[in-house]
């Protein structure tokens, strides 16, 4: 047999396209090519499928050979078409049975002596695989990535020769063993909120905005507790389900490995960091930290320390929950459904308002500090929660008190509000649309009066107003009633209006 082919999976965000591996061995000088729009690592593999058949005791063929990776239109990167480049020139040259390739998709790297090595973005090209009732082949390595799928329609190999003494009809490839992670099995590996003392009203913002997935901004002078209580945001937040999990594993796939399945993930990037590296790019655009954070946290630490750039590009994923990175070769999205929690000190030395000690800051400091957040962005932020010194001592140390409840304690209320959130609307309050705050966040008289005079007095924009309406909803279900009161809604309001004591900050 002079042609033969295999099927495989390009990266293209979360998608994985199919690509159809052709493999042409004809007479003529030795020569072995490769085509089909393809990068650095995908024409390097020349070397690496030679000295792997090699290495496995089988024969490389003489001749001409051409390997066409199809479409040839869609750009290809990445060293995931060794494997089946290596199998679709075995087959070929008559080293393994063509019919047998019917149906199964091949996935890995190739070492030079033959050995499987993982590659970035396998569990996507797995659950593409399944979508399309085909099976997989991907190195034993992969294991514990292969087994979130479940283990059915996917083989495990060590070595590229086991692969073709299973396409030969010897010896069958084991499937990985498919674990079910139950709660009990997955403890939150957290910061305990009974660490933090005082700032009762910071630890009750940091419970509504776990329990509606709203965004949140603390700010403060420096030592209240900013940071500490940012850290303990992911162990009052409830399980991911298997749906979200398995798309959050699909991004830490493409990033380079799968981290702790059903945990929520937490990205804390530091100020420095650009553009790209938040939201993603490259020429082959990768997944950036709004991406990693999907279904989880993003916490910014420092607000205004970070570039303007970079703070303006989380205006969009904060509002549509997706990320579109266009290159001149192609556009990818990733998803970007994270909750955004923030600190900044109130001016350049941290003091603005604070009672204990003067502010060294001029007027126009203090303004030129605060404006480094952009008014649109704030206006994004659902809960604007001012730290003090004296909130240190809302109780004493060593009292056990509701100030001093422990993660577990405050996750439990927090789980049963969002139970009662996804059976009303299927989302979080924080992600009601339109339709949602029209049919589950209906205001009575007075408290739609109550919010006509705070968008007066406060100049909230629409969007501030409806936000204030979506926590106004979280704080009903937290107390378990079943309508929005008017108090529920002036507490909204004072949780996003928050001054502080004097930091001039309001959102909207």
């Known amino acids: 047999m002079r042609l033969a082919t295999t099927l495989t999976r ?8 199919e690509v159809v591996v052709e493999a042409h061995v004809g007479g003529g000088l030795p020569q072995f090519t490769i085509i089909g729009l393809i990068e650095t690592a995908v024409r390097e593999s020349r070397d690496r499928v030679r000295a792997a058949i090699s290495q496995s005791g089988l024969e490389f063929p003489d001749g001409r ?20 480049t290596a199998i679709a020139i075995l087959a070929a040259s008559g080293q393994v049975r063509p019919e047998r390739l019917a149906g199964i998709e091949f996935h890995g790297e190739l070492a030079l002596s033959g050995a499987l090595r993982r590659v970035p973005g396998l569990l996507p090209a797995l659950m593409a695989a399944r979508r399309s009732g085909r099976s997989a082949v991907v190195p034993a390595v992969a294991e514990r990535e292969a087994a979130l799928l479940g283990g059915a329609g996917i083989a495990l190999a060590d070595q590229l020769v086991d692969v073709v003494r299973y396409l030969n009809g010897g010896d069958e490839l084991r499937a990985p063993v498919a674990t079910p992670v139950a709660v009990s099995a997955h403890p939150m590996r957290t910061e305990d909120l009974a660490d933090v003392r005082g700032q009762a009203q910071a630890r009750h913002a940091l419970e509504v905005a776990a329990a509606g997935g709203h965004h949140l901004l603390f700010t403060g002078p420096p030592g209240t507790g900013k940071t500490m209580l940012a850290r303990r945001l992911p162990g009052l937040l409830p399980e991911m389900t298997e749906s979200e999990a398995l798309e959050s594993a699909a991004v830490y796939s493409l990033a380079g490995g799968i981290t702790d399945f059903r945990q929520r993930p937490f990205r804390s990037p530091h100020h420095t960091a650009s553009t790209a590296a938040m939201v993603g790019g490259g020429g082959n655009p990768r997944p950036g930290e709004i991406s990693m954070a999907h279904h989880g946290v993003l916490f910014l630490d420092e607000l205004p320390e970070f570039s303007r750039p970079v703070l303006e590009a989380l205006r969009e994923p904060l509002g549509t929950g997706q990320v579109t990175i266009a290159r001149a070769l192609r556009t990818v999205e990733y998803p970007a459904a994270f909750q955004l929690v923030a600190a900044m000190n109130p001016c350049p030395c941290g003091f603005a308002g604070d009672q204990t000690e003067a502010c060294r800051c001029t007027p126009e400091q203090v303004r030129r500090y605060q404006m480094k957040v952009s008014g649109p962005l704030l206006d994004r932020v659902d809960l604007v929660v001012s730290v003090s010194r004296t909130g240190l001592h809302d109780s004493l140390p060593g009292e056990r008190s509701a100030a001093t409840e422990s993660s577990a304690a405050v996750r439990t209320r927090v789980v049963a509000a969002a139970v009662r959130q996804q059976q009303r609307a299927g989302v979080l309050n924080a992600r009601l649309d339109a339709a949602g705050l029209r049919d589950h966040c209906q205001l009575s008289a007075d408290g739609q009066a109550l919010l006509e005079m705070a968008a007066n007095r406060f100049a909230l924009s629409a969007r501030a ?13 937290l107390s378990g009633a079943a309508f929005i009161s008017r108090a529920h809604l002036a507490e909204a309001l ?8 004097g930091d001039g900050l309001i959102a909207g």
């Open 494 to 501: 004072s949780l996003r209006a928050d001054r502080g004591k």
């Open 10 to 17: 390009a990266q293209l965000g979360l998608k994985a396209p």
């Open 465 to 477: 107003l409806d936000s204030a309406r979506r926590v106004a909803r979280t704080l009903a279900d």
């Open 65 to 84: 050979i051409i390997v066409n990776l199809a479409p040839a239109d869609l750009p290809k990167g990445g060293s995931g078409f060794d494997l089946a």
